[in-house]
């Protein structure tokens, strides 16, 4: 019954810009256009609401760069792990 009233659901793009992947859907419902759920609409932050925003962001993009060197760190040493395995044994003279 619900798919009745559905017109049409257009999904978009993912957006990471803020640091936080955002996407925002539309929804057309028959017979009342694009319809949008009430409270939805982002209220503009206090001063002391963005500071705390902009600290949180903050920390998270810190936490993500250290990720990132870690998981490069760890790609690195397996690399040289498969490339260790790949040689093959140097022989002995005798």
Do not use: C
């Not at 996407?23 to 609401?49: A, R, S």
């Not at 998270?60 to 690195?76: G, S, Y």
């Amino acid at each position: 019954m619900l798919h009745e009233f559905v017109d049409k659901i257009l999904i978009h793009e993912a957006d990471r810009s803020t640091g936080e992947r955002v996407q925002q859907v539309d929804i057309y419902l028959n017979f009342i256009g694009k319809f949008t759920i009430p409270g939805t609409e982002p209220t503009p932050l206090t001063l002391e609401e963005q500071a705390v925003e902009d600290e949180r962001l903050a920390k998270k993009r810190h936490k993500n760069e250290v990720l990132r060197k870690w998981r490069a760190k760890k790609r690195t040493e397996r690399a040289a792990e498969q490339a260790a395995q790949q040689e093959p044994p140097e022989e002995k003279s005798a």
